[in-house]
C-alpha cells in the first residue's frame, strides 16, 4: 500500500504561482526608493556637509518612476542640490545623477559612490 497522503500535504503546502507578469505589473506599482546601503552613502556626505555648515536641510521624495534626495541651504528655498535615482537610466547613462539647483547634470554614473564624489574637497596647493 502507497502513502499518497503526505505527497499531497507537500504539494498543497508549496508555494503559489504567479504569472511573470502580474508580478511585473505589482512591482511596477510600486514607487522608486532608495535603498539601505544608498541611503547610508547619502547621509554620510550630507552629515559631512551639515558639519561644514553648508547645507541645514533634506527632503526625500520616492516617485513612481524616480526617487529624489533634495539638499537645501534653508527650507524656504529651493534645493541646492538633487541625488536622482532613475531606474530606466541604468542601462544607458547610468540611474544615478547629481543635479544643481540651476538644472544642470553636475555627474551621472551607474555607481553612486562615483556620483557622489561631486561632493568631495579638492586639495589645493598653497604655496
Do not use: C, N
Not at 70 to 76: A, E, I
Amino acid at each position: 500500500m502507497t502513502d499518497y497522503g503526505s505527497a499531497r500535504e507537500d504539494r498543497e503546502g508549496s508555494g503559489i504561482l504567479i504569472p511573470l507578469h502580474e508580478a511585473r505589473r505589482v512591482r511596477s506599482d510600486l514607487p522608486v526608493t532608495f535603498e539601505r546601503r544608498e541611503l547610508d552613502q547619502i547621509l554620510r556626505i550630507y552629515g559631512r556637509m551639515v558639519a561644514a555648515g553648508e547645507w541645514r536641510d533634506y527632503a526625500i521624495d520616492h516617485l513612481r518612476d524616480r526617487a529624489i534626495f533634495s539638499v537645501f541651504r534653508r527650507t524656504s528655498e529651493v534645493p541646492l542640490f538633487q541625488i536622482v535615482k532613475d531606474p530606466k537610466l541604468t542601462r544607458k547613462q547610468g540611474a544615478y545623477s547629481v543635479i544643481a539647483a540651476t538644472g544642470a547634470i553636475l555627474k551621472r554614473g551607474h555607481e553612486l559612490a562615483r556620483v557622489l564624489a561631486v561632493f568631495d574637497k579638492k586639495l589645493k596647493l598653497v604655496t
